[in-house]
């Protein structure tokens, strides 16, 4: 199964309706959404639920008041401030290290495992998909995004992609959404900020030595930049394999819970195919 | 007073009523906290006048010392320390910075280096300040928290939030007054509105709904937020002119008179609501 990652720096750059689009056009493939702290895909794709799990991604301290000595060794080494001056452990800012159970002379802390979230699989006339939903302020975000790609791949039957909405940012849950994928597709907008949140994304993927494409979505509303933002790929062998015209449709579309696909939008439509075509042969290339 | 920006996912606007905010209100500071992509800079040119390196102190083995016991890599909850054939190997990346495994070494083999994660930088009039969290790193927590140690109390801070409701979110508004979602009238917009709708009550921060590229008339987010009682201070209505300045890093409160009027009705609303 070829894992396929669409990422865009920042939200709000159309990657979910691209993604969702691609979910009506390819076929034989599996779904994924690594954004999990706000997924949005099950919003467009629905189906049916067949695995729901939590998901213990951290670890808290706990401390045993009936044995604790009150020496404050623990407040002391916790570089986190998750304890406080009355030795209450503040599980908000406890990153579960361990030092104060290692410095306690009493052994009064141990460290509890912490649901920090929980993972979805449903099986949709689309394909098999799945998601998660970190808990507020959650950590662990990036074991999570592995989580729900283990998931997707634990329920392959053959598939031959594996298609994956990618976490914002450039961190940790970004990192985790494209490792090991075979393809990562960047989509970005034409505005400066756009620019180099592009920049820093794609530094990510060449970090890691994935093969990266971009998709300028919204083109037209600033063609200076368009220019440059082609300029710039071409100059890093970047390949520019889709650019798809602003529409104030495609948002009518998705407030009717409709991809642009499904709501009969041509031209978006025919963007996307013509994207997924060109990835495919440049995929193709990459293997001869 | 301290005024957080934020919302589920990026992309909704939230730059753009940050620093039209931070432009509008007369000795404001700005703080972009967004320190994955931060964008603020575009919009307001600031001449940056001092760089702070932000650095974690990251385990180094003494191998003269270490006698291959592999204590540290138990103790270690994070991985990020392993003992391979008797030699230590060190993953910073990865890195809690904790200490655990210095404290546990036996033979006190490990000693501690600061190794730089980014950089902290405050423009010359130091109503300027973003974070910059180097690629590869996995977390932009420590820079939002020198972010916050270099607030200027009495200059009303306008804190430009990182996307999500993660972690270094909830380091960003820990202690804010006032805290602003932005969002749209979408679906997508609805759903992350409701996450973070989750963390705000969770805090117990006074905060207050923005629409941004809103239509006329009622819309989901108007329903959702009647239903809970949510103020929606002011909706920004979508404009081609503003996405377009926007995109060439021009502020939006510059090409748009009713961008400027709703915003300034948002800082006087903001203030009616806020704690202080
Ligand atoms: S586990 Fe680590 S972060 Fe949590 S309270 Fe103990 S020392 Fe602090
Ligand atoms: S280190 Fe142990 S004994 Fe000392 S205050 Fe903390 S929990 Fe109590
Ligand atoms: S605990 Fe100290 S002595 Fe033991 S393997 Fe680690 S560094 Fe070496
Ligand atoms: S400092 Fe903490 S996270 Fe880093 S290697 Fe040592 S024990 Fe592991």
Redesign the pocket.
């Known amino acids: 199964m070829k894992q396929v990652v669409f990422i865009s720096g920042k939200g709000g750059t159309g990657k979910s309706t691209v993604v969702s689009s691609l979910s009506l056009i390819v076929h034989n493939k599996m779904m994924a959404d690594c954004d999990v702290e706000t997924p949005n895909l099950h919003i467009l794709i629905k189906g049916e639920s067949i695995e729901r799990r939590d998901y213990f991604g951290g670890k808290k301290a706990v401390i045993d008041y009936s044995v604790c000595m009150q020496c404050g060794r623990c407040w002391q080494v916790c570089r986190f401030g998750a304890i406080s001056k009355k030795l209450e452990v503040l599980p908000m800012k406890c990153e579960g ?1 361990g030092v104060c159970a290692l410095v306690c002379p009493c052994n009064a802390i141990r460290l509890d495992d912490e649901k920090t979230g929980e993972v979805y699989v449903s099986s949709t006339d689309r394909g098999t998909f799945s998601y998660a939903l970190l808990d507020i302020g959650g950590e662990g975000s990036g074991k999570l995004v592995t989580e729900v790609r283990k998931s997707a791949e634990g329920q392959c039957k053959g598939e031959e992609w594996l298609l994956i909405d990618g976490s914002p940012g450039i961190g940790c849950p970004v990192i985790a959404s494209i490792t090991g994928a075979d393809a990562v597709v960047a989509v970005t907008e034409p505005t400066m900020s756009g620019l180099s949140d592009l920049e820093r994304v794609l530094d990510v993927a060449r970090h890691f030595g994935i093969p990266a494409f971009v998709c300028i979505n919204k083109y037209d509303l600033n063609p200076e930049i368009t220019e440059q933002i082609e300029r710039f790929c071409q100059q890093n062998g970047f390949p520019v394999i889709g650019k798809i015209p602003f529409d104030p449709a495609i948002v009518e579309a998705l407030k009717n819970f409709k991809t642009p696909v499904e709501a009969g939008n041509v031209e978006f439509t025919d963007e996307v195919v013509k994207l997924w075509h060109r990835l495919v042969d440049e995929l193709k290339k990459l293997t001869v | 007073m301290k005024i957080a920006v934020l919302s589920g996912k990026g992309g909704t606007g939230k730059t753009a009523v940050s620093v039209s905010l931070a432009a509008l209100i007369p000795g404001s500071q700005y703080v972009d906290c967004d320190v994955e992509e931060p964008n603020g800079y575009i919009f307001l040119r600031p001449r940056i006048g001092k760089s702070i390196s932000v650095e974690l102190l ?2 180094t083995v003494d191998v003269q010392k270490c006698t291959g016991c592999g204590l540290c890599a138990r ?2 909850q ?1 991985n ?2 392993a003992v391979v054939r008797g030699k230590v190997l ?1 993953f910073p990346e990865i ?7 210095t404290i546990a070494c036996p033979e006190g083999a490990i000693k501690e280096v600061p190794r730089q994660i980014g950089v902290v930088e405050i423009s010359q009039d130091g109503a300027f300040i973003h974070g910059r969290l180097n690629t590869g790193e996995s977390t932009g927590v420590p820079i939002v928290d020198e972010l916050k140690r270099n607030l200027k109390e009495d200059a009303h801070p306008i804190l430009d939030c990182p996307p999500g409701v993660s972690c270094s979110v909830v380091h960003a508004i820990e202690g804010c007054d006032y805290c602003i979602l932005v969002t749209e009238p979408t679906p997508f917009g609805l759903y992350d509105l409701e996450i973070a709708v989750k963390l705000m009550e969770r805090m117990g921060i006074p905060f207050g709904v923005v629409t941004n590229k809103a239509s006329e008339g009622v819309d989901l987010i108007d329903e959702f937020c009647e239903k809970r009682g949510i103020d929606v201070l002011v909706k920004l209505p979508f404009s081609v002119e503003v996405a377009k300045a926007y995109s060439q890093g021009i502020l939006p409160i510059d090409v748009d008179d009713e961008w400027r009027a709703r915003l300034a009705l948002l800082y006087e609303k903001v203030k009616r609501g806020s704690n202080k």
Do not use: E, K, L
Request: glycine share 6%.
């Open positions: 290290c | 990251v385990p103790v270690c994070f990020a320390i060190v890195c809690h910075y904790c200490g655990a495994c």
